[in-house]
């Protein structure tokens, strides 16, 4: 009996005590009528059990997968539970190492236990995390968020969301919690690796298009967290956030809402913190107001991991669990995650008599079995069995166990890519690309470090680092490893010199010989993930300031002062100041943990291999303290005369070299006015004169000179990845809406204004060399959520080549 057979058999024997099917099942009915004749059939605690996941055996390890966990571990009686439903199953391969095939075998078995065990036959619907890839084991990571930034590459971040989604639909999973749509405002701030960057629209346009390949894919993505997360005071993971309503409006929110009107997405979770003293999982302007009735969002929003607790726990707005649930329902949450607290059988029993309004558990049931139905689990063919166990002969763990391959070569070519046009070289005298060196010292504590590659939200770091017994399950080359294989013909010399965190120094000596001795130093600095204290960078792992981890710092200038052309390679989560190596090093290249093929990707740029087009998300600071900090600060945001600190970066927002030289010219506007409800076109001419085919990165900024407003000196509006070869010329235009310059005025509303704007075409924020400016004319316009959000972008190859100019 085929794993299909045995399903079907199980789901017709668990048929025979369930209520008759009915018009839920009918897929010929809108999905709304399948919907109100289910509910109108459910009791309160059928109802209430669509609305929470269980995650069975999540710290049967002993170690608390988040803060508090001990105090929520209630213990689960599945044979108790079930008879009601259940809504969710939570992360069923994302909690211990387990083999993909036995997994997804054991996940059918769950639900075949689910299905039978409730009248209506209701399957949970399960996710899983997927932030630089599915985290679970032995499947590709993919670089982390911050990477994906660095690529200013939105349609091969697209590819990899369809990847992703694919291998999770694949093995049963519904629902991926990702991508992180939080724009960085202060890189002390331990999750900065799982954000995209410290721009607006970078992190908007780069997020949507993942978001649309893992919808494509069939699988629920998830945008968080909403909102507000990352501007927590201090950088302090959970910290209240106190940003202004503009700051809100015209920085925070735009990513969230580009996401929902272009992506597809159908699932919101929410932010941890509070803003300005109200929880977000208890604040209805967000999730009700804004999300739903401005936006027009019509999906589910779930809880992060105990939020709803921890209205009680932590934010002391909730006396008791109950009221800690009746709170999130009445702000617009829809699912309890991970597992069940608050809406237990107090609640039930709440609602029943009549404490709770019902129609609020009406409510949030009608979105969550809308998007069930959606995904087919309401269907009366609905199998158990997923896409990658079909037709398996033998349904047994032996008979399955080593058949599904989450990381095949397409997905570690995937990876690759991405990881190539990641890298960021900041500094560059001349030294790179290497030209077959005799001997390389590869020195540093991330050199010889599987792991420096990995984020905290990717499997081995997040889990696996707590199951030793478990092999990692992805090949994982050093960066030792790798540049050995792409110098075959150099000596390899390693010496640590000190570790991440640990702050020794005892083996400087021996780096300092290896070093002296080496035709050229590979100086690999930067981050150990991690979770909750337990690393560098990650959630609950934030910074003090922004010096390098432990004695790093000393080890980079003690390394430089050797004298050796040194390479200094960061391999971190998060930027960190360089001391003098912007100065005194002879390359400097930035990656964000570039995942399983990141070592071949920084091997592949050192040798020449790879011409670098990575730029940075985020600003490389110069002064550790001078946070926070971001490109997008007015003139006294910046360095001035009425303050002793300089935040100048030491590497800008949008920096990146490479191999080729690019010669830009020709900036011009269509018009010298621009209406404002009109459209202007600007453009500029990209010439690759070196003597290597490349990539170059257009960055479109707006300056404001005069407003009602005090706006940030540069902002980015648009971008363009511009691949020409030896000697071809490109005009580059950007058909700019006059909505692209609306912000938050001074009324609250977002509007466009007359004035002079100056629109510029950067290499980085801090290097704009050719500006063209426009006046926009007409009576102030108010913008609503119907403007344009983008540039339309034309690269149109120039007839005549740049030697022919």
């Known amino acids: 009996m085929t794993l299909n057979e045995q399903a079907t058999a199980i789901d017709t024997a668990g048929a025979t005590d369930a209520v008759a099917r009915g018009a839920w099942n009918d897929t010929t009915l809108p999905i709304d009528e399948r919907v109100d004749a289910l509910i109108a059939e459910m009791t309160v605690a059928e109802k209430v059990a669509q609305l929470y996941g269980v995650w069975v055996g999540a710290s049967d390890d002993g170690e608390d997968v988040a803060p508090h966990q001990h105090d929520m571990d209630d213990h689960i009686d599945l044979d108790a539970i079930l008879p009601a439903g259940l809504g969710q199953l939570t992360r069923p391969f994302g909690t211990a190492p387990v083999d993909p095939a036995t997994g997804a075998l054991s996940l059918q078995r769950a639900q075949q236990r689910i299905v039978a065990a409730n009248r209506f036959g209701i399957p949970a619907l399960a996710h899983e995390e997927c932030l630089a890839g599915f985290a679970t084991w032995s499947a590709t990571a993919y670089p982390v968020p911050l990477s994906w930034g660095a690529t200013f590459d939105p349609a091969l971040v697209r590819e990899m969301g369809e990847r992703i989604g694919s291998d999770m639909r694949s093995v049963g999973v519904h629902q991926g919690l990702a991508p992180v749509l939080d724009v960085v405002r202060d890189a002390r701030w331990g999750r900065v690796e799982e954000t995209i960057g410290e721009d607006p629209y970078l992190v908007g346009t780069v997020a949507t298009a993942y978001i649309q390949g893992v919808e494509s894919a069939g699988v629920v993505a998830t945008l968080k967290h909403f909102v507000g997360y990352s501007a927590s005071k201090g950088g302090r993971n959970l910290a209240p956030v106190s940003v202004g309503p503009r700051e809100l409006a015209d920085v925070l929110l735009p990513p969230f809402e580009m996401a929902i009107r272009e992506s597809g997405v159908r699932s919101v979770m929410n932010s941890y913190t509070d803003l300005d003293g109200i929880p977000t999982a208890a604040d209805a302007r967000l999730l009700t107001t804004l999300l739903r009735d401005e936006w027009g969002f019509e999906g589910t929003v779930v809880a992060d991991y105990f939020a709803i607790a921890f209205l009680r726990q932590l934010h002391g707005v909730a006396e008791t669990w109950t009221d800690a649930a009746a709170a999130a329902l009445a702000a617009g949450i829809d699912v309890e995650l991970p597992t069940v607290k608050t809406f237990g059988g107090e609640f039930v029993r709440a609602v029943e008599a009549g404490e709770v309004d ?403 075409f950067g290499r980085s924020s801090g290097e704009i060399p050719l500006t063209t400016a426009v006046r926009v004319v007409g009576t102030t316009r108010v913008v609503d959520g119907t403007r344009r959000l983008h540039a339309d972008v034309r690269v149109d190859l120039d007839t005549t080549s740049v030697s022919e100019r």
């Open 358 to 760: 019902e129609a609020l558990v009406d409510r949030a049931l009608r979105r969550v079995l809308r998007q069930k139905a959606e995904l087919g689990l309401l269907d009366p063919d609905w199998s158990p069995v997923p896409d990658a166990l079909a037709g398996v002969p033998d349904p047994s763990a032996d008979g399955v166990r080593g058949s599904v391959d989450l990381d095949p070569p397409a997905n570690r070519a995937l990876a690759r890519r991405i990881a190539e046009e990641a890298v960021v070289l900041l500094r560059n005298d001349g030294v790179l690309p290497l030209a077959h060196p005799g001997r390389i010292a590869v020195i540093g504590p991330a050199a010889d470090d599987p792991y420096a590659v990995l984020g905290c939200y990717s499997f081995p770091s997040h889990v696996g680092v707590r199951h030793p017994e478990f092999p990692i399950g992805i090949s994982l080359p050093t960066l030792r490893e790798a540049l050995a294989a792409e110098f075959p013909h150099a000596e390899i010399v390693h010496a640590a010199g000190t570790t991440i965190d640990g702050g020794e120094t005892d083996g400087f000596d021996e780096a300092l010989a290896a070093a002296r001795d080496a035709d050229v130093v590979v100086l690999a600095l930067g981050d150990r993930a991690g979770l909750f204290g337990r690393g560098t960078s990650g959630e609950g792992c934030d910074a003090a300031d922004l010096t390098l981890p432990g004695a790093q710092q000393a080890l980079l200038d003690a390394v430089l002062d050797a004298g050796k052309p040194t390479v200094v390679t960061l391999l971190a989560g998060r930027p960190y100041t360089l001391g003098s190596a912007p100065e005194r090093a002879a390359a400097i290249v930035q990656t964000f943990f570039a995942g399983e093929e990141g070592t071949g990707a920084i091997a592949g740029v050192l040798s020449g291999r790879v011409n670098p087009s990575g730029r940075l998300p985020v600003s490389v600071p110069r002064d550790p303290g001078a946070q926070p900090s971001t490109y997008l600060a007015s003139t006294l945001a910046r360095p001035n005369g009425v303050s002793n600190i300089d935040p100048s970066p030491a590497f800008p927002f949008g920096h990146g070299l490479g191999y080729s030289h690019f010669v830009w010219s020709d900036a011009s506007a269509t018009a010298p006015e621009l209406p404002v409800d009109g459209v202007v076109t600007v453009s500029m001419h990209v010439g690759n004169a070196g003597e290597r085919d490349g990539v170059e990165v257009v960055q479109l900024y707006v300056h404001d000179p005069v407003a009602s407003v005090v706006r940030p000196v540069q902002r980015l509006i648009g971008y363009a990845r511009v691949p020409l070869k030896v000697g071809e010329r490109a005009q580059v235009s950007f058909e700019v809406p006059a909505d692209l310059l609306s912000f938050t005025g001074a009324g609250g509303q977002r509007i466009v204004e007359s004035g002079e704007i100056v629109f510029g």
